[in-house]
Protein backbone atom coordinates (compact mmCIF):
# COMPACT_ATOMS: atom_id res chain seq x y z
CA UNK A 1 0.00 0.00 0.00
CA UNK A 2 1.70 3.37 -0.98
CA UNK A 3 -0.56 5.90 -0.46
CA UNK A 4 -0.09 5.75 3.47
CA UNK A 5 3.27 6.85 2.81
CA UNK A 6 2.70 9.53 0.54
CA UNK A 7 -0.03 11.45 2.26
CA UNK A 8 1.99 10.85 5.44
CA UNK A 9 4.77 12.81 3.18
CA UNK A 10 2.44 15.18 1.70
CA UNK A 11 1.10 16.39 5.56
CA UNK A 12 4.64 16.45 7.02
CA UNK A 13 5.96 18.22 4.00
CA UNK A 14 2.81 21.17 4.10
CA UNK A 15 2.48 21.47 7.21
CA UNK A 16 4.48 23.39 9.61
CA UNK A 17 3.40 22.08 13.06
CA UNK A 18 4.01 18.50 11.42
CA UNK A 19 7.01 19.33 9.71
CA UNK A 20 8.46 20.37 13.34
CA UNK A 21 6.77 17.56 14.66
CA UNK A 22 6.36 14.46 12.54
CA UNK A 23 5.76 11.82 15.24
CA UNK A 24 2.87 14.20 16.48
CA UNK A 25 0.98 12.12 13.39
CA UNK A 26 0.02 8.43 13.48
CA UNK A 27 -1.55 6.41 10.75
CA UNK A 28 -3.47 3.21 10.99
CA UNK A 29 -5.51 0.71 8.11
CA UNK A 30 -8.52 -0.26 9.29
CA UNK A 31 -11.37 -2.52 7.76
CA UNK A 32 -8.82 -3.92 5.10
CA UNK A 33 -9.76 -5.77 2.17
CA UNK A 34 -8.77 -7.14 -1.35
CA UNK A 35 -11.66 -7.46 -3.78
CA UNK A 36 -10.03 -9.63 -6.86
CA UNK A 37 -12.03 -10.96 -9.22
CA UNK A 38 -11.75 -14.53 -11.50
CA UNK A 39 -9.62 -13.27 -14.28
CA UNK A 40 -6.43 -14.90 -15.70
CA UNK A 41 -4.16 -12.66 -13.37
CA UNK A 42 -3.89 -11.95 -9.58
CA UNK A 43 -4.66 -8.55 -10.02
CA UNK A 44 -6.02 -6.81 -7.04
CA UNK A 45 -7.41 -3.61 -5.07
CA UNK A 46 -6.82 -2.74 -1.91
CA UNK A 47 -10.08 -0.88 0.20
CA UNK A 48 -9.71 0.19 3.48
CA UNK A 49 -9.99 2.97 6.02
CA UNK A 50 -6.80 5.06 6.29
CA UNK A 51 -6.82 6.77 10.11
CA UNK A 52 -4.63 9.80 11.03
CA UNK A 53 -4.70 10.72 14.53
CA UNK A 54 -2.56 14.21 15.10
CA UNK A 55 -1.55 13.90 18.58
CA UNK A 56 -1.84 17.26 20.88
CA UNK A 57 -2.09 19.62 17.77
CA UNK A 58 -2.04 23.14 18.20
CA UNK A 59 -2.90 24.68 14.85
CA UNK A 60 -5.75 25.23 12.83
CA UNK A 61 -7.35 22.68 11.51
CA UNK A 62 -7.42 23.75 8.19
CA UNK A 63 -3.85 23.73 8.14
CA UNK A 64 -5.15 19.88 7.83
CA UNK A 65 -7.99 19.89 5.91
CA UNK A 66 -7.27 21.64 3.11
CA UNK A 67 -3.67 20.27 1.90
CA UNK A 68 -5.31 16.38 2.78
CA UNK A 69 -8.30 17.66 0.07
CA UNK A 70 -5.97 18.88 -2.15
CA UNK A 71 -3.86 15.67 -1.74
CA UNK A 72 -7.26 13.44 -2.58
CA UNK A 73 -7.94 15.34 -5.28
CA UNK A 74 -5.14 13.58 -7.19
CA UNK A 75 -4.75 10.35 -4.91
CA UNK A 76 -8.59 9.45 -4.57
CA UNK A 77 -10.45 11.40 -6.73
CA UNK A 78 -13.80 9.78 -7.16
CA UNK A 79 -14.49 10.87 -4.08
CA UNK A 80 -15.49 14.53 -4.87
CA UNK A 81 -16.91 12.99 -8.48
CA UNK A 82 -19.40 10.81 -6.87
CA UNK A 83 -22.05 11.90 -5.07
CA UNK A 84 -22.45 9.16 -2.68
CA UNK A 85 -18.43 8.80 -1.89
CA UNK A 86 -18.86 12.66 -1.27
CA UNK A 87 -21.34 12.28 1.36
CA UNK A 88 -19.30 9.36 3.38
CA UNK A 89 -15.59 9.28 2.44
CA UNK A 90 -13.87 11.20 4.66
CA UNK A 91 -15.17 11.48 8.42
CA UNK A 92 -12.99 13.42 11.56
CA UNK A 93 -13.69 13.60 15.30
CA UNK A 94 -11.83 15.91 17.26
CA UNK A 95 -10.78 16.03 21.10
CA UNK A 96 -10.00 19.23 22.90
CA UNK A 97 -7.39 18.63 25.28
CA UNK A 98 -7.25 22.12 26.41
CA UNK A 99 -7.82 25.69 25.14
CA UNK A 100 -5.10 25.59 22.92
CA UNK A 101 -4.47 21.39 21.61
CA UNK A 102 -6.43 18.73 20.08
CA UNK A 103 -5.95 14.91 18.97
CA UNK A 104 -7.53 14.94 15.71
CA UNK A 105 -8.64 12.05 14.43
CA UNK A 106 -9.39 11.88 10.55
CA UNK A 107 -10.66 8.52 8.32
CA UNK A 108 -10.90 8.20 4.93
CA UNK A 109 -11.80 5.51 2.49
CA UNK A 110 -9.18 4.60 0.03
CA UNK A 111 -8.58 2.14 -2.43
CA UNK A 112 -5.16 1.13 -4.31
CA UNK A 113 -4.92 -1.02 -7.65
CA UNK A 114 -2.65 -3.35 -7.73
CA UNK A 115 -1.65 -5.23 -11.40
CA UNK A 116 0.11 -8.84 -11.16
CA UNK A 117 1.03 -9.95 -14.97
CA UNK A 118 2.03 -13.27 -14.55
CA UNK A 119 5.75 -14.24 -16.81
CA UNK A 120 7.90 -16.95 -17.07
CA UNK A 121 11.68 -15.89 -15.08
CA UNK A 122 14.27 -15.50 -17.94
CA UNK A 123 17.25 -16.91 -15.63
CA UNK A 124 15.25 -19.88 -15.09
CA UNK A 125 16.09 -23.23 -16.88
CA UNK A 126 13.35 -24.80 -15.55
CA UNK A 127 9.30 -23.66 -15.90
CA UNK A 128 9.03 -21.31 -13.30
CA UNK A 129 6.37 -18.47 -12.55
CA UNK A 130 7.09 -15.10 -11.91
CA UNK A 131 4.45 -12.08 -11.15
CA UNK A 132 5.63 -8.69 -11.90
CA UNK A 133 3.48 -6.22 -9.35
CA UNK A 134 2.85 -2.46 -10.12
CA UNK A 135 0.38 0.06 -8.60
CA UNK A 136 -1.64 1.39 -10.74
CA UNK A 137 -2.17 5.27 -11.02
CA UNK A 138 -4.93 7.17 -10.40
CA UNK A 139 -6.61 7.92 -13.79
CA UNK A 140 -6.64 11.67 -14.93
CA UNK A 141 -9.58 13.66 -14.20
CA UNK A 142 -10.35 17.15 -14.71
CA UNK A 143 -9.40 19.52 -12.10
CA UNK A 144 -6.28 17.05 -11.73
CA UNK A 145 -2.91 19.11 -11.46
CA UNK A 146 -1.31 19.17 -14.65
CA UNK A 147 0.99 22.00 -14.55
CA UNK A 148 3.80 22.87 -11.35
CA UNK A 149 2.25 25.03 -8.85
CA UNK A 150 3.35 26.11 -5.45
CA UNK A 151 0.17 26.22 -2.61
CA UNK A 152 0.18 28.68 0.33
CA UNK A 153 -3.20 28.26 2.77
CA UNK A 154 -3.95 31.44 4.48
CA UNK A 155 -6.45 31.56 7.34
CA UNK A 156 -6.73 35.53 8.51
CA UNK A 157 -3.22 35.97 6.87
CA UNK A 158 -1.45 33.71 9.12
CA UNK A 159 0.25 31.16 6.28
CA UNK A 160 -0.96 27.51 7.75
CA UNK A 161 0.13 25.41 5.07
CA UNK A 162 2.44 25.73 1.98
CA UNK A 163 3.49 22.93 -0.77
CA UNK A 164 4.52 22.61 -4.37
CA UNK A 165 2.32 20.25 -6.38
CA UNK A 166 4.61 18.84 -9.60
CA UNK A 167 3.00 18.35 -13.04
CA UNK A 168 1.08 15.46 -13.11
CA UNK A 169 2.32 12.87 -15.90
CA UNK A 170 0.58 11.23 -18.77
Known amino acids: MLKPHSLRAHLAATTPELRDNPDKLTIFITNGRIVAGAAASLSFVYRYTLKLVVLDYSSHADAIFVPLLAWL ?5 EIFENTDLREKSIRFEAEYLNKETMDLSIEIDLTERVIVKPGT ?3 STETARRYEVTHAAEPAHVGVVQQ ?3 ITVLFEGQQLASWEFPATEF
Open 73 to 77: RTQQV
Open 121 to 123: DPA
Open 148 to 150: AER
